[in-house]
């Protein structure tokens, strides 16, 4: 018997024929590894449509070859991810093989901060925002400083702020870890132990924070520094700013895993640690000489999103996320490296959009009034035309027990964000879905809204 495919072969067979990505890609462009939800297809879509071929070799996020040539963003992820411990789980290695074009590249997988960007998608947002080598961003809530590492490696000159000292810190650290001489580091890997008891020692001794101290640094941080600089405890060859701020960001790393987990030792950790952190610079400044990557200017600063030290139409784009509401208490995450700091967390408290409040209704009044002078703020200090990307999901589970009404009912963040973009001049061009994965918590969306500056 004729099969029915035989009789009506033309148009099924050519349905068939091509999949989804074949009718959004020419056939030069492959795709990464492990593209496959709709969002980074669509962003994929878009650096496909807006970068020329030499462009996508050089800033594209999503493709690994264009015709014959690979692209620098496959070749810097490539080979070994990361280097773990022999007695890390499988779950763990799975997690970094699964996340190497994502997450496992640069600096960024330095420091398990919370809520921190995939930085895959930073860099196709960025390519997406008409953003180019020379151009500017800002993030006024950087986090973990994702935009910046991302922004410094294409080209794009940068600027992050975060009211929080630790924040500031962290940035700082992973930015200058981009191009951190290497020697040094193999030093300090010889001596984990003594790296480990000198910054035992100098906490927590740094007494009040007193606002912004030299070279950028809060008061607090500043003088642990400082003190740990002079110390004749360590090498000397350990003691230049950029060397030492690196060794305290793995020390805070091993003591919140210590906190987390009794496993192992503080001592063991650390060292198992600070092995991961000189593999991931060793490998990034490898990839760095061999491309020929020429890291842009890039600063992060402490400072409030809601008074932002910049001048009005300063930045070619924007990229942030903020807190989500109330959902993550920043600085109770971050509380062993704040005290450490000698920061003083009631004081910083007040600054912290989402935390700011007595009572969760408290907060959420705050949140919505917070996030009208954040929006304003980055439409004062945004070219006109240019585009203000903010990635939001909502805690509709607290806010709905919060005022009584079921959770499907609750206005979304992004909704709010909306609202506050339009009464600024800032209108929505795209609204792309991201559904949030692998987390034991009950939200499942986030939106990437791209806002542009009206002329
Ligand atoms: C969702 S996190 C950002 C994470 C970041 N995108 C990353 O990749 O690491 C939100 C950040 O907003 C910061 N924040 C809260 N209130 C702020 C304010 N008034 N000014 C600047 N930053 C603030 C918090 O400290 C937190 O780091």
New binding site residues.
Partial sequence: MESVLSTTASPIASTLGKGIREQLFRPELVLLPQVNEVYELELAFYESQLLSEEELIRNGAYFARVGDSFTRHFLICSGKPVKLPDYSSSRLRAFFKTNQFKTGYATHGLFP?R???HPQM?KGLLNAMGLRPDDSVL?????????LIEASQMGITSAG????PF?RFMASAKLSALSLSCDPLQEALKHPEVVFKHFQKLSPSAGPDKGNGKDGYSASLFSVAEKGRSSGKIPDLLKPARIHDFLLLAYLDSAGYALRSTRKSPEEQFAAILERYVFVVEKFQKAAAAFGIDLAKAEALE????AMPFEDESFDGIV?????SFA?D?LENDLHHLNYMGTDVTALRE?????RGKTKKQKYENYNS?MAL?IRECSRVLKPGRICSI?VGTNNNQIGNLLGIPPEEVRGIDDLLLQLGSESGLKLVRRIERQIVGMANTMRTEFILMLAKQD
């Fill in positions: 901060y809520g921190k960007f930073i993030d006024p809530m950087m986090g973990s400083g994702t935009v702020l975060d009211s929080s924040c400072g409030d999103a809601r942030f996320s903020p807190p989500y993550i920043y600054k912290m959009v989402g935390l917070d954040v990635v």
